[in-house]
């Protein structure tokens, strides 16, 4: 969201905010609202020479424009491929590998899903896990601090 909105500088030379692309390709200077979200395009899990499982992901980012409706904010049928929303997460999604390098929570992000996609891949294929995998998942679990405020932040009440 930061990156998006141009609050910090951008990790890949040349890439520009949704802010900048806005300035660049709205002709009229008309006010739009949208949203952008993380998604993981393609999960695998894939197998070395030693046998090792390797969870593979490719990630990037999606865009829709809203609109207002009586119901309220609503996506757009079609976000068009010159707005600044798209044209900011396709210049994301081009260098979604390069950003995770520079930017840690962005390799988080990506951790996690490798994570999320070997989980399922061992639930899926109903792999039998040695007892002490629970084990030192639970010591874990146990010797973790409870979180101090456990809600989810919002902006609203």
Do not use: C
Request: hydrophobic letters at 45%; aromatic letters at 10%; glycine letters at 4%.
């Amino acid at each position: 969201k930061e990156l998006a909105l141009g609050e910090y500088s951008m990790p890949v030379v040349g890439m520009l905010s949704v802010f900048d692309w806005s300035e660049m390709t709205m002709k009229q200077n008309k006010g739009w609202a949208g949203r952008e979200w993380f998604v993981v395009r393609k999960a695998e899990v894939r197998m070395s020479e030693d046998n090792t499982l390797i969870p593979h992901v490719k990630m990037g980012v999606e865009a829709r424009e809203q609109v207002v409706t009586p119901k309220g904010l609503e996506d757009a049928a079609v976000t068009l491929p010159q707005h600044p929303l798209k044209k900011f997460a396709d210049a994301f999604t081009r260098n979604f590998d390069l950003i995770a390098e520079r930017k840690s929570v962005v390799f988080h992000l990506r951790e996690l899903a490798k994570a999320s996609v070997m989980a399922k891949y061992l639930i899926d294929s109903k792999a039998r896990l040695d007892p002490t995998w629970y084990q030192i998942a639970d010591d874990i679990v146990g010797a973790t601090e409870p979180e101090a405020y456990p809600e989810i932040p919002q902006l609203w009440n």
